[in-house]
């Protein structure tokens, strides 16, 4: 079924699509992450040529980050990773970084937590939110159910999502689907 969306109100989130994650090479590679940057390239397409305004978030952390950490310790559960100012924190090349795109740096699994994500959207009268990138499971997850507990429109694109095993990917969609958000195909979408 079609989704209709106004460009002026919608922005495609695209959900650290870094090395780190998505590059053989880097520390927390996923191949399912890596199949995701051609699809996410021709979503970024699609906005671009609809209009509509494309933010990449990057996940990215100071070495000290988690030292005086009481609980949250990401480090502890994936080694370190995306470390500020490296290679593995950069975006692909594969989806360069335009000059009128926004880039939300993050320091959790949540694009809203910590961050002037949900002032620069309300400034600018986005409430229509369509999420790709990675990890399924973790912060495309957690990025879009901060959105819809916000009061956005999050849209999952399903073949636009990166994950470490296909059931992940299953379960975060469904999750999505049935708790706060709409799970699309990137055909679904159109500009109205």
Not at 48 to 76: I, K, L, N
Request: charge should be negative; hydrophobic fraction near 40%; glycine fraction near 8%.
């Amino acid at each position: 079924m079609p989704i209709e969306l106004d460009p002026n109100r919608t922005a495609l989130v695209v959900v650290d699509m870094q090395n780190g994650f998505c590059h053989p090479d880097g520390s927390l590679y996923a191949p399912g992450s890596e199949e995701a940057i051609g699809p996410v390239a021709d979503l970024v397409e699609w906005a671009d040529e609809g209009g509509a305004t494309v933010v990449y978030t990057r996940d990215v952390h100071p070495p000290e980050q988690f030292e005086d950490a009481y609980y949250y310790d990401e480090f502890d559960q994936w080694g370190e990773h995306v470390l500020e100012g490296s290679w593995e924190a950069e975006v692909v090349e594969e989806l360069p970084v335009e000059d009128a795109d926004h880039v939300v740096e993050k320091h959790t699994y949540d694009a809203f937590q910590k961050t002037e994500f949900e002032g620069w959207l309300n400034a600018r009268g986005i409430r229509d939110l369509v999420f790709c990138g990675t990890l399924a499971n973790v912060c495309v997850l957690h990025s879009a159910g901060s959105a819809g507990l916000r009061d956005f429109r999050p849209i999952l694109v399903e073949d636009c999502i990166g994950y470490i095993e296909e059931d992940h990917r299953e379960y975060a969609l469904d999750h999505a689907d049935w708790l706060f958000g709409e799970v699309a195909t990137s055909d679904d979408l159109e500009w109205a």
